[in-house]
T-cell receptor, first 113, second 113 residues
Framework: GENVEQHPSTLSVQEGDSAVIKCTYS??????FPWYKQELGKGPQLIID?????GEKKDQRIAVTLNKTAKHFSLHITETQPEDSAVYFC????????????FGKGTMLLVSP | DSGVTQTPKHLITATGQRVTLRCSPR?????VYWYQQSLDQGLQFLIQ???????AKGNILERFSAQQFPDLHSELNLSSLELGDSALYFC????????????FGQGTRLTVV
């Protein structure tokens, strides 16, 4: 099945700095790459996603880039704020057209004031 | 609020027991997914149902089973519980087509003592 590797497992930044989280995937046929944010005591929530027909997508302070050749995609958060502190998960679909997502192990982001 | 409802929120039970976790998907969503989240394993996919039928299976133990009912709610049954089954169990729902967002519930925290 699809294997998604995520790095780093923890990331500490100062408020206002940028944060980058990287993921690699194994199935070259994958074409949908969402990112989820999980706050303490809550379920994961989609924050941004990208499909393989584009290389980059932005939404205010967050952006995702995709390199299909290298089979990796990254989440970029600029001007980080304390409320960005959470666990972030990347994901990719199971092979063969399933709608099920398989997730990376998560990155705990801590933004210090 | 994602629209996905999970009950109960917390469950404490003894080893060897059996429990049932319940999930009501978002209105209109035909697909339900179950995930297990433990500290060191991230979000592990267990099983997916689509309109009452099993669609995909992940690392679900034989002691665990699930079903989706005609009203589309789903139940995850965990039996012969072990200490290692203590985890957060999430249900997610989607329309069931590939490359679309999955919406997560708030999870059920299971503690086996």
């Amino acid at each position: 099945g699809e294997n998604v590797e995520q790095h780093p497992s923890t990331l500490s930044v100062q408020e206002g700095d940028s944060a980058v989280i990287k993921c690699t995937y194994s199935d070259s046929a994958s074409n949908y790459f969402p990112w989820y944010k999980q706050e303490l005591g809550k379920g994961p929530q989609l924050i941004i996603d990208i499909r393989s027909n584009v290389g980059e997508k932005k939404d205010q302070r967050i952006a995702v880039t995709l390199n299909k050749t290298a089979k990796h995609f990254s989440l970029h958060i600029t001007e980080t704020q304390p409320e960005d502190s959470a666990v972030y998960f990347c994901a990719a679909p199971l092979p063969r057209g399933y709608s099920t997502l398989t997730f990376g192990k998560g990155t705990m982001l801590l933004v210090s004031p | 609020d994602s629209g996905v409802t999970q009950t109960p929120k917390h469950l404490i039970t003894a080893t060897g027991q059996r429990v049932t976790l319940r999930c009501s998907p978002r209105s209109g969503d035909l697909s339900v997914y179950w995930y297990q989240q433990s500290l060191d394993q991230g979000l592990q996919f267990l099983i997916q149902y689509y309109n009452g039928e099993e669609r995909a299976k992940g690392n679900i133990l034989e002691r665990f089973s699930a079903q989706q009912f005609p009203d589309l709610h789903s139940e995850l049954n965990l039996s012969s519980l072990e200490l290692g089954d203590s985890a957060l169990y999430f249900c997610a729902s989607s329309g069931g087509t590939p490359n679309t967002e999955a919406f997560f519930g708030q999870g059920t925290r299971l503690t086996v003592v």
